[in-house]
Every structure is written in structure tokens, then in C-alpha cells.
């Protein structure tokens, strides 16, 4: 057993070698090939089992205002990415919307890719801390699989996103995602207040999370399912596919129990 745990061990180290973006090797969290499966194996077993027991017989900690200044600093940084990758593709003539290549050349353009698609992937670790607070606030039923998974997922995509396709066709899924947190993130610092604007805000957000999926669908979909070639992986294009169908088919099923089935207190 611990001979084909090995093998598999230096099988990995060796695949991860071989075939990653060398350019970020030197980056904080992709300097090492198992800090990224390490941390998010943690963050699960916190959430899941250590942290649940560990409040279970403590009162919940009051984190308000940890928490609006947690949720300003998310609105700040996904807003300035969300005007960073937008400036991008304004200026960006050639970038095709249909299928656009990894740019892997030691340009500042090619730079300019791979260090705002790490930044992208720091902005989802960060995000893990959601769960957190949820957690010693012992709010564990918004600890759901829908937020576990969508939390633990996004950070193993941009992860491995960024040792293997540092910009191209996903920056696309860098402006929705952005532009999305930054309003989701704005109506949970009002929320803290009691805010009747919060309240009335959840269900829009809630529908842009839909037409974004809706949009990447399309945006993954057609290559992957056309076969397009212009040098972006097919495989990435079917990986962004088959998780953005999984989350439209997700979100889809809270918005139609949380606001088709039930009457609508707020519109």
C-alpha cells in the first residue's frame, strides 16, 4: 500500500512538473504541489466535523464587526478585479469570445494573464473564509453542500486553472464572477444592519448568479460541444461545462424552493 501510495504521490509531483504555467512556480501557494489540496482538505474537516463539535457546547462568537469589514474588503477586491479584467478585454481587440488561447509567452500581455488569473485564484482561497464564520457563529445550516462544495470547488478549478491555464477562454468567468461577488458581498455588509434594501436586493442576486451561469454555459458549452480548436485545452473547456451546468442546475433549485414555491414577502 505505501509503495502504490508513493507511486501515485511521484506520479502527481512529476504530471504537475511536467505540465504547469513555470512562470508562477515562485508565487506564494503555487510553490509547493500539495499546500492547495492540504488546505482545502482542512478547510472540509474544520467545517464539517472539527469546528461543529468545538462550538457545539459554546455560545456563538459576535463577529459583526469582523465580519463587515470582511465583507468591504471582498466587495473592494473583487470590484477593482472586476474593473482590472474588464480594462483587459476593452483593450483586447483580438480577444475571441468563441475560443481564446492562453497567452504562455513572457510578454507583458502574457504576464498580464497569469498574474490576474492568480489573483483571481488568492480571491477564492480567501473565500473559504465564509464557512468559517458561519461556523463560530454556529450558523451551520447555511453550511450547506451547495456552499461547501461551490467554496471547495473554486478553489481547486483556479488552482489548477492557474498551473495550467492562466487566462485565455476563463477570463471570462473571472468578470462574472467578480462583478457577482461584489454585489453579493455589498448586500451581506447591509445585511449585518437589518437593512430593508438587503432584504429586497437577494432575490436580484440571486437571478444575476442565474444569467451568469446561464452566459457560461453558452461560453463553455460551445467549443467543448462544437470542438472548436485554438489552443485552449478541450478538456478545460468540458471541466468548465460540466461545473457551471451542476451550479445553473443548483442555484436554479434554491431559487424556485426559496422564491417560486413560496410566496414572495419581498419584491
Given at each position: 500500500m505505501a509503495y502504490v501510495l508513493q507511486k501515485w504521490i511521484d506520479g502527481y509531483n512529476g504530471f504537475l512538473q511536467d505540465h504547469r504555467d513555470n512562470r508562477s512556480a515562485d508565487l506564494p501557494l503555487l510553490n509547493n504541489n500539495w499546500q492547495i489540496p492540504l488546505i482545502v482538505g482542512t478547510y472540509l474537516l474544520i467545517v464539517l466535523r472539527i469546528g461543529p463539535?468545538?462550538?457545539?457546547?459554546?455560545?456563538?462568537f459576535e463577529l459583526k464587526g469582523v465580519i463587515r469589514v470582511y465583507n468591504l474588503l471582498q466587495v473592494a477586491i473583487n470590484?477593482?478585479?472586476?474593473?482590472?479584467?474588464?480594462?483587459?478585454?476593452?483593450?483586447?481587440?483580438?480577444?475571441s469570445y468563441k475560443c481564446q488561447p492562453v497567452d504562455f509567452s513572457e510578454t507583458t500581455q502574457g504576464y498580464q494573464e497569469m498574474f490576474v488569473a492568480y489573483a483571481y485564484f488568492v480571491l477564492k482561497v480567501l473565500?473559504?473564509?465564509?464557512?468559517?464564520?458561519?461556523?463560530?457563529?454556529?450558523?451551520?445550516?447555511?453550511?450547506?453542500?451547495?456552499?461547501?462544495?461551490h467554496h471547495s470547488m473554486m478553489v481547486?478549478?483556479?488552482?489548477?486553472?492557474?498551473?495550467?491555464?492562466?487566462?485565455?477562454?476563463?477570463?471570462?468567468?473571472?468578470?462574472?464572477?467578480?462583478l457577482g461577488h461584489s454585489g453579493i458581498y455589498l448586500?451581506?455588509?447591509?445585511?449585518?444592519?437589518?437593512?430593508?434594501?438587503?432584504?429586497?436586493?437577494?432575490?436580484?442576486?440571486?437571478?444575476?448568479?442565474?444569467?451568469?451561469?446561464?452566459?457560461l454555459t453558452v461560453h463553455f458549452g460551445r467549443p467543448a460541444l462544437t470542438g472548436v480548436q485554438c489552443g485552449f485545452p478541450q478538456l478545460?473547456?468540458?471541466?468548465?461545462?460540466?461545473?457551471?451546468?451542476?451550479?445553473?442546475?443548483?442555484?436554479?433549485?434554491?431559487?424556485?424552493?426559496?422564491?417560486?414555491?413560496?410566496p414572495q414577502k419581498v419584491e
Open positions: 463539535r468545538m462550538m457545539a457546547n459554546r455560545k456563538p470590484w477593482i478585479l472586476f474593473m482590472v479584467i474588464s480594462y483587459i478585454l476593452l483593450n483586447r481587440p483580438d480577444f473565500d473559504l473564509a465564509d464557512t468559517l464564520l458561519f461556523v463560530l457563529r454556529k450558523k451551520q445550516s447555511q453550511v450547506s453542500f451547495l456552499h461547501v462544495y481547486l478549478v483556479s488552482y489548477y486553472g492557474v498551473l495550467f491555464t492562466p487566462g485565455g477562454h476563463n477570463f471570462i468567468l473571472g468578470v462574472w464572477n467578480t448586500y451581506y455588509f447591509f445585511a449585518t444592519f437589518n437593512s430593508p434594501l438587503a432584504a429586497r436586493c437577494k432575490i436580484h442576486l440571486t437571478r444575476l448568479q442565474l444569467v451568469q451561469f446561464v452566459y478545460w473547456h468540458w471541466i468548465g461545462l460540466v461545473q457551471t451546468v451542476f451550479f445553473l442546475g443548483m442555484f436554479l433549485d434554491f431559487y424556485i424552493k426559496s422564491y417560486v414555491k413560496k
